[in-house]
């Protein structure tokens, strides 16, 4: 069956970059319109970024615009997430998703989710 498997979180320094991957298996993703969304502990998941499969386009987040980019590779059925300038407010578990129907912000939109990575930043 199709999975979402995210990697690439870590613990880093304010001020670096992480790139995130999303790899998908069981089906190919390229016509999917995939997501990034991220949650704190006692926090609500909350959007980070999508990639529309239709058209490319992508919508981001206030918090992510300008700092972070959405990608993917159809070839290797990964999706990405490219973080730079982090911050300690970025600190949480990071999901990727396979978008269902509807508004792209938020969660209940989507039906396939990864496991999550963690990325943690330090002050």
């Known amino acids: 069956q199709v999975q979402l498997v995210e990697s690439g979180g870590g613990l880093v320094q304010a001020g670096d970059s992480l790139r995130l991957s999303c790899a998908a298996s069981g089906h190919t993703f390229s016509i999917y319109t995939m997501g990034w969304f991220r949650q704190a502990p006692g926090k609500e998941r909350e959007f980070v970024a999508v990639?529309?499969?239709?058209?490319?386009?992508?919508y981001y987040a206030d918090s992510a615009k300008g700092r972070f980019t959405i990608s993917r590779d159809n070839a290797k059925n990964t999706v990405y997430l490219q973080m730079n300038s982090l911050r300690p407010e970025d600190t949480a578990a990071y999901y990727c998703?396979?978008?269902?129907?509807?508004?792209?912000?938020?969660?209940?939109?989507?039906?396939?989710w990864g496991q999550g990575t963690q990325v943690t930043v330090s002050s």
């Open positions: 998703a396979r978008h269902r129907h509807g508004v792209y912000d938020t969660a209940r939109t989507y039906d396939l």
């Open positions: 990639l529309v499969g239709s058209d490319k386009s992508t």
